[in-house]
């Protein structure tokens, strides 16, 4: 009989402490504000924002290639969101004791900063053909556009932009373009960036995040 009443005062003061125990701060904050939710919507956005300027700039001519297109560089950053919306969505296990957790978490991780690399690469092409284009002298050449650097040098690299038609596209819009892809890369740098700081500060510079106690004399969770 003493070891019932025992027990049962034992589930009670257990209850009690599981009341009184501080609520998750989760439910407070913006639910599309959480990472990485946030950072895979930026991705995806800028992801797709690339990848449309790229085959804008492949409608203008043909001959364009894969460093002047900067398409590889968007589906990259739409495959690492694809990731951070997985990440997300899965449950949170602590000290990564699922090893699905591990894995999508490394993997994100590594997609950040390939991301990251990639788009500073595209800023560094993206302006030197910016940098050439706005140089350019051009001739119409039928459906092409020809253009060269410089007229007077008889030995000068000669640029075919074949089915360009009016040389306006190679001279204003691509050059537009290229000017573009410099701004959104920069951005997808940043955000790829963030995201890559962040897991690494979560797995390696936060060694723990807090101890509850509970007080013998007040019976309350105290968060240190």
């Not at 000290?95 to 997609?111: A, P």
């Not at 995201?195 to 969770?221: C, E, H, L, N």
Request: glycine share 6%.
């Amino acid at each position: 009989m003493g070891q019932g009443q025992k027990r049962s005062s034992d589930n009670k003061q257990s209850q009690k402490n599981r009341d009184a125990s501080p609520a998750p701060e989760d439910g407070k904050r913006c639910r599309v504000c959480r990472f990485p939710l946030l950072v895979a919507l930026l991705q995806l956005l800028l992801g797709v924002a690339v990848t449309a300027v790229a085959f804008l700039m492949l409608a203008i001519s043909s001959s364009l290639i894969a460093r002047e297109t900067s398409h590889w560089a968007g589906i990259t950053l739409c495959l690492a969101s694809v990731v951070g919306f997985v990440l997300y969505f899965i449950t949170y296990q602590p000290d990564e004791r699922t090893s699905m957790q591990f894995i999508v978490k490394l993997l994100y991780f590594v997609l950040c900063t390939i991301g990251l690399v990639i788009s500073l690469l595209v800023v560094a092409f993206a302006g030197h053909h910016h940098s050439q284009a706005s140089s350019f002298n051009c001739q119409n050449a039928g459906v092409d556009c020809v253009c060269v650097l410089d007229q007077s040098d008889p030995i000068a690299r000669t640029f075919n932009y074949q089915g360009a038609g009016d040389c306006e596209a190679i001279t204003s819009t691509l050059t537009f373009y290229f000017l573009l892809q410099i701004l959104l890369n920069l951005a997808q740098a940043l955000v790829c960036a963030t995201g890559a700081f962040i897991m690494w500060k979560d797995r390696y510079q936060v060694f723990f995040a807090g101890i509850q106690i509970r007080s013998p004399s007040t019976q309350q969770w105290q968060k240190v």
